[in-house]
């Protein structure tokens, strides 16, 4: 009875402009798939202090969502309203941070001269398909 080996870490580089005002979903964790968030990197292109706030949005398969609509509990917000210099970059994460099966990373700007550039490193955490 063999085993079919199926890939088990894949690094993932995402790159996004945010859009003045709005949550812009950076990344949601696919499901079968646990999330290491290795950096998050956000640069004010502007000549002005920027603005950012950076939340965590739980999804359905975390234990406190009922019937798949998000809790106010659901969100954790790990950034309220951090500075950014003129042309200079922040980096909103002190480690790494683990992120669960639908799970989404998603941050607020102040201007549309932020950039983001985010890593993770995706582990499947499916069972081996048996032939």
Known sequence: MAVEQLPLN???LFNETLV?????????????ITGVVLAC???NTSSDFQTVDVLIERGPSGSQVVSGDLQEEDSFPLI???QIPPKDVFNPLVGRLILEQTDKFLIKGSSDD???SF?????????????
């Open 80 to 82: 309220i309203e951090g």
């Open 41 to 43: 990197q956000i640069t």
């Open 20 to 32: 003045s005002g709005s949550n812009v979903q950076i990344y949601e964790v696919p499901e079968t």
């Open 119 to 131: 890593s993770v490193l995706e582990t499947d955490t499916s069972d081996p398909v048996e032939n």
């Open 114 to 116: 932020i950039k983001v």
């Open 10 to 12: 894949d690094f993932k």
